[in-house]
């Protein structure tokens, strides 16, 4: 047995062992990085903060919240039902400029002022949801800016 060949060899294994580990890491970074874009469109409103109309990492379109705000006047519709309209033109726009459509949509918050408004802001959302279905969640809140009615945000995937 030669001892000297031996500790060679375990050292040897060691080093190898170790450099592979640092190869799978350095795989497992370049594999699960985040690619993120900034989205904008012409067609929806310009932001009113320092925030994007929506982002994209890797698979998925978070857009920020729309409320009924015309894109071409930079005016906020009047009632529940045409601000409503036009927060769903809005993010069908967002949407489309990422090569996506509601079907795509996998999650989506809406948040209104009066929730009362509810029975109106489904059946207009549920016109241009058609058959998807997202899961949901709908808030009552205290106000939101400029004064609008309702605000809706959506997560849509890539596939």
Do not use: W
Not at 62 to 88: A, E, F, K, N
Request: charged fraction near 20%; charge should be negative; aromatic fraction near 6%.
């Amino acid at each position: 047995m030669d001892l000297k060949k031996d500790k060679n060899a375990i050292l040897l294994a060691i080093v190898c062992i170790i450099l592979g580990m640092v190869l799978m890491s350095l795989i497992m970074v370049l594999v699960n990085s985040s690619h993120k874009e900034i989205i904008y469109t012409d067609k929806a409103p310009k932001p009113i903060g320092p925030y994007s109309q929506g982002v994209a990492v890797n698979d998925y379109v978070y857009t920020s919240g729309q409320i009924g705000i015309d894109p071409q006047t930079g005016v906020l519709r009047d009632t529940i039902g045409d601000q409503t309209h036009q927060v769903m033109k809005n993010l069908r726009e967002i949407l489309e400029v990422s090569g996506l459509n509601f079907d795509d949509v996998v999650n989506t918050h809406i948040y209104l002022t009066n929730i009362s408004d509810f029975p109106t802001v489904n059946e207009i959302y549920s016109g241009y949801m058609g058959n998807a279905t997202p899961s949901r969640s709908t808030v009552g809140v205290a106000s939101l800016p400029k004064g609008a009615l309702v605000e809706i945000e959506m997560i849509a995937e890539k596939k």
